[in-house]
């Protein structure tokens, strides 16, 4: 009897071992195919790198936290750091209690994480309830799924400031986003002050300007608004007295330096810095596979893994990099930094 049972053990653990193994090896390979896709969704949670004032500032137990959240919402995980900082100094106000009634981590009225069709001053069953929530259509999330929305729960806080930041305006309209959650320019620029000291990189926000779904008769839209000014078209020019030429992969613009510059087409930014010859330099990749690259900008108006829309103002043309003259060198390419083809007829110029 004894050797028969040592034979059942010893067969059921070359049946399991070789199931634990695969199993391991397929979740892996899940694993390693999720985080390839995370890459190519261009989600712009993770991607924005911290400053060394950040790192100095933020808990470190907090950033696994936003990122997550701002994946999950398209919003960037510095900017909800910059609202938790605002808020309650990163959860260590001493009530976490506002005189207004406002509650938890990152300041909801009750009303608000609930939704204002309940009336005021829900009890804390209510506005806890994520079938509430549904029903009176708020902001509080149950993100760590304890069947609870609790805005003194920092998972569930954070998660539901990146969802009302999405909902009213998200990284495309940010300063009416963050006016949205406390009505006050004060307030947002505050909010914006922490965001970029947080952030890595040289970046100002931008406001307006822009031209909603962009002009032009061509496939890709004017980056500039008109009057459009080309001073320098795309192709070998020959500038020297000698007569060696350059190569020009792009068409320059005309302005000043408070001319905005606009995306040529909807798409995700790639590159969002300042590179040797072109100084301030932003890169969009479109749906279609191709790029734009907008150089010389004074201050650049996004950061990389935004999605943006044709017309809308991604900075301000500037004379940074090699350039002797305000002006924007525009581009467009087939890859990345390569493949320069003539802008002019793609703009229907
Ligand atoms: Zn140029």
Same mark, same amino acid.
């Given at each position: 009897m004894k050797w028969l049972k040592r034979r059942f053990w010893l067969w059921l653990g070359g049946v399991i071992a070789p199931v634990i193994m695969w199993a391991i090896i397929l979740l892996s390979v899940i694993s390693v195919a999720m985080s390839l896709n995370n890459q190519n969704s261009s989600d712009m949670g993770g991607d924005i790198e911290i400053s060394e004032l950040g790192e100095k500032d933020?808990?470190?137990?907090y950033i696994p936290i936003y990122k997550e959240a701002g994946k999950k919402y398209d919003i960037a995980w510095t900017l909800i750091a910059a609202f938790h900082k605002v808020e309650t100094n990163f959860g260590t106000h001493? &009530?976490?209690? &506002? &005189?207004?009634?406002a509650l938890g981590h990152f300041q909801f009225l009750p009303e608000t994480w609930l939704g204002w069709g309940y009336g005021a001053s829900p009890p804390k069953s209510v506005y806890e309830n994520p079938a509430m929530i549904k029903k009176y259509g708020g902001?509080?999330? /149950?993100? /760590?799924?304890?069947g609870k929305a609790d805005p003194f729960n920092i998972k569930d806080s954070a998660f539901s400031n990146a969802n009302y930041v999405s909902a009213s305006g998200g990284m495309n309209n940010l300063r009416k986003a963050i006016f949205a959650y406390n009505h006050a320019d004060w307030y947002v620029d505050k909010v914006l002050g922490y965001y970029n000291a947080y952030s890595k990189g040289d970046y100002r926000p931008v406001n307006g300007g822009g031209v909603s779904g962009g002009h032009g008769k061509g496939k890709y839209k004017y980056p500039i608004p008109e009057p459009i000014v080309v001073t320098s078209p795309y192709g070998y020019r020959d500038w020297s007295i000698a007569g060696g030429g350059e190569f020009h992969n792009g068409i320059d613009f005309a302005g000043n330096s408070s001319t905005p510059i606009l995306a040529t087409m909807d798409g995700t930014v790639v590159h969002a810095s300042m590179i040797a010859s072109y100084g301030n330099c932003t890169v969009i990749q479109h749906p279609n596979g191709k790029y734009s690259l907008y150089a010389h900008q004074s201050s650049i108006g996004v950061r990389v893994g935004q999605k943006v829309k044709v017309g809308q103002q991604i900075g301000v043309m500037g004379t940074t990099g090699d350039s002797t003259g305000v002006h924007l060198h525009f581009c467009i390419t087939d890859g990345l930094f390569t493949g320069y083809q003539d802008p002019k007829p793609l703009l229907g110029l």
């Open positions: 933020i808990p470190a137990q001493p &009530s976490m209690v &506002s &005189s207004a009634g902001y509080g999330v /149950d993100a /760590d799924g304890n």
